[in-house]
């Protein structure tokens, strides 16, 4: 080691002796290690840079890199051939490829100094990185939101469910029921109980939707004149009705209700409730 760093910048020493078969020297391990380390270097980038080229189709100055890709490539096998010749002195195959190397670095000199004004404006991506990131941090956060929201949502759902069943059975066991209807129409825009107390079996899909689902033809016209009588005196509905029953029996229902304010599509809506007077509606006969 000594006397090869005696002799760094002398000439006396040549870099390697062709042909050598056996051991070493320092400056033939140097050469040797040296041009093998540098061949995996090229070898490396070239790879990596081939596979962004061939997954990346869309990648803007793909000629120049593809230029990049060649020029690391001939160095590598430059790098290469340069480490065998210590066993096989092929000097005219490397004259060969050391001159198409020095080929592909002018033309890819020449292409890169044509296109570096056109890379360099380029904008930078570390803008763009850190702006992505913040909307991604900001999608993930609305989408976290969105995620409790939906479950408060779904657990106040879950309660008002259980909370109305709770009130039909309460209503049903009263024999009692609301609603809010249009005096003009007959339509009613929500109920609870109603289909229950006239005896049909509860259906939370399928709500009464007019009267004429559970009145008879003259019950429901005396319903709907007596309310917009009160309507029209501004005053609060309170009748009694009668409703045939089963075996030639007399129903009697009350039916009490005031203006809705709570619609104000609707000019004509009234709120209130109805309860069995006397009788059991559970055979009652509709027309």
Sequence with gaps: ?????????????????????????TGEWIHLVSDTCIFFGYATISALLF????????????????MLWLFFAMCGATRLLAATLFYYPAFHLMELLKALTAVTSII?????FKNAPLVLSLPSL?????????????????????AEARRVLEDRASLLTVRDRRVRRALVGTRLATASWDAQSG???????????????????????DWNEVLDDRARS???????????????????????????????????????????QSQSAVVGSVAVVSGDLAHTRRG
């Design 126 to 146: 570390i803008p763009s990185y850190k702006k992505s990131q913040d909307e991604l941090e900001t999608l993930r956060r609305q989408s976290l939101s969105h």
């Design 222 to 264: 005396v319903l709907l004149e007596s309310t917009r009588a009160a309507l029209l005196d501004h005053a609060s509905l309170d009748l009694t009705l009668s409703v045939p029953g089963s075996d030639r029996t007399t129903l009697d229902i009350r039916i009490r209700a005031v203006r809705d304010d709570a619609i104000p």
């Design 51 to 66: 596979i962004l080229l061939m997954r990346q189709r869309h990648l803007p100055y793909r000629g120049v890199l593809w």
């Design 187 to 209: 339509a009613i825009f929500w109920e609870n109980g109603l289909r229950e107390l006239f005896g049909e079996p509860q259906q939370l899909e399928r709500p009464v939707r």
């Design 1 to 25: 080691m000594f006397e090869f760093l005696s002799h760094l910048f002398g000439p006396t020493d040549p870099p390697f002796k062709s042909g050598t078969t056996g051991v070493l020297t």
């Design 108 to 112: 890819t000199m020449f292409i890169v």
